[in-house]
């Protein structure tokens, strides 16, 4: 017979189960909902007990279960790794384990738990948390595979835009080397203008293929940021040089404005960020009929060995209306297209100039009413530098008596076009010249001749122009030559990378096809 007072200890008791029935239940359903399990194993992980949604997702009876060990569940090339990280602590957090169901499905897992211990402290066995990831860890699976398609995408269509990039060139050197032989000719002026023509027609194609190519590396990956001290100045003059007589031909005032307070040396990628100031400079000039372009530069904050400083190129021309300003520097994108066939400009500068900045870490803004103007700047954070920059080496020979002296030049080509085109221009410089058709010939007529210079073709038949270079460097170093012939590279591959495998063979310098007469001309007196 229990009396009152153990029959009140007994229903609170009884209520206590009920309450603590309950709110396992719950537990179960919030778990149930949320693909976690409870699950707990003997100390050799071995199972005991589980949620109904362990046997449901692992596709065994739950007799099936019991009893067997959690880890021969695991993928065998995961097996070692989480059986060493579970065992080595007695808790363990959201460790990421792979577990195969009955029927051979891959399930993610994340799994947590801790060992238990008895009154005695004796280790009693494991308690945890699974909690289904699949089709999270399947929808990232899914994203890093169309991730690396794109990429392969983007280098394939990068390799082939290269080698298109090649195939072009060749052709483009034969059509505008001939054309600069042919103005030294008599011509009437109806000539002079077809072949005017010809060479503008020539040189935006090679124009439009250098832009492709840039956007390709870039959506490639291919663009690797140099880090090398400059003068500001110093390039801002060299555009004002390469772009004065455009704006001379508009009758423009081309103009500058440099911050006295800017440091002369910051260090960064001097070939990108004149490629995008020139690029700027050039699209105001094209969309400016009267009045004045200006470069500026401004110096907004510096601390210690860092400074911002604001580009701007500003511009009195025909503006840009502000619903389509959003839309200027996107891919391929103009104010319309009637614009674009007025002035020529396909776009892809912008694209290149924006794409480029983002890489240094800026953005390009633009400012801008229609018919009063325009402003397009990006703002840059640079190291400082040191005052001066070192001075560099000077060339062996003067530059006077180089050019002012009849070179023999070997000309090392295999495409009979090329020969004849290199050939004439450099005869009309007052050269001799003399061809080897591939790289074997050219290291046979080297050990055999005396040459001032060697024009070097990469892609040829039989010995390509790398191979005939470290073989001419090689005969150099056996026999004790210590002046050294100069080597230039001539080729139709236009990569920042292929420069670099130049020198690396032991070249001297590079150009690219097309060759202008006035590039031939520098090269041969430096």
């Not at 495409?415 to 074997?440: F, P, S, W, Y």
């Not at 210079?453 to 005939?468: C, K, N, R, S, T």
């Amino acid at each position: 017979m229990i009396k009152n007072g153990q029959e009140s200890i007994y229903d609170k008791m009884i209520e206590n189960i009920n309450i603590l029935q309950n709110k396992y239940n719950n537990i179960q359903n919030l778990l149930q909902v949320s693909n976690k399990i409870i699950w707990e194993t003997d100390i050799e992980f071995n199972f005991i007990s589980f949620s109904e949604k362990q046997a449901e997702i692992s596709g065994y009876k739950n007799e099936e279960l019991i009893g067997k060990n959690i880890f021969d569940l695991l993928l065998p090339e995961n097996k070692d790794r989480i059986i060493n990280k579970i065992k080595q602590n007695n808790s363990f957090s959201n460790l990421e384990i792979t577990l195969l169901s009955k029927d051979k499905k891959v399930n993610y897992m994340l799994i947590s738990g801790m060992l238990l211990f008895d009154a005695a402290g004796k280790p009693q066995n494991y308690f945890g948390i699974l909690e289904d990831i699949t089709k999270r860890k399947n929808d990232y699976l899914k994203l890093q595979s169309q991730k690396r398609k794109t990429e392969n995408d983007s280098k394939s269509k990068f390799i082939f835009l290269a080698k298109m990039s090649h195939e072009i060139r060749t052709p483009m050197n034969g059509i505008i080397g001939t054309v600069s032989l042919l103005k030294d000719t008599n011509l009437s002026n109806n000539q002079r203008d077809f072949l005017e023509i010809i060479n503008v027609s020539g040189n935006s194609l090679v124009s439009i293929i250098n832009d492709i190519l840039d956007i390709s590396k870039i959506e490639a990956g291919k663009i690797k940021l140099e880090n090398k001290y400059f003068n500001i100045t110093i390039l801002i003059n060299d555009i004002m040089k390469m772009l004065g007589y455009k704006a001379a031909e508009k009758r423009l005032i081309f103009r500058k404005k440099i911050d006295e307070n800017i440091p002369k040396i910051v260090k960064g990628d001097i070939v990108r960020l004149k490629q995008v100031l020139t690029n700027l400079a050039n699209n105001a000039i094209k969309f400016t009929k009267q009045g004045s372009v200006t470069i500026e530069v401004e110096k907004l904050q510096q601390k210690n060995n860092r400074v911002k400083l604001k580009f701007k190129v500003v511009d009195t021309g025909i503006g840009i209306s502000e619903e389509v300003r959003g839309k200027l520097v996107q891919e391929f994108s103009q104010t319309n297209t009637s614009t674009s066939r007025k002035y020529g400009e396909s776009g892809l500068g912008l694209l290149i100039s924006k794409k480029f900045i983002e890489l240094m870490g800026g953005e390009i803004f633009v400012e801008s009413k229609e018919g009063k103007g325009s402003v397009f700047g990006f703002v840059l954070e640079m190291e400082t530098g040191e005052k001066r920059l070192p001075e560099q080496p000077q060339s062996k020979k003067a530059d006077a008596e180089i050019s002012n002296g009849k070179l023999l030049v070997l000309v090392v080509e295999d495409n009979v076009i090329n020969q004849k085109v290199t050939m004439a221009n450099l005869r009309q410089l007052g050269h001799d010249v003399e061809i080897a058709e591939n790289g074997k010939k050219a290291v046979e007529m080297f050990e055999n001749g005396e040459y001032d210079l060697i024009l070097m073709d990469i892609q040829m038949p039989v010995m390509d122009g790398y191979e005939a270079t470290q073989e001419i460097r090689k005969y150099e170093e056996e026999n004790n030559i210590s002046d050294k012939i100069k080597i230039i590279a001539v080729t139709a591959n236009a990569l920042k990378e292929d420069r670099s495998k130049c020198i690396n063979a032991g070249m001297n310098d590079y150009i690219t096809k097309p060759i202008k007469q006035a590039e031939l001309k520098r090269m041969l007196k430096t």
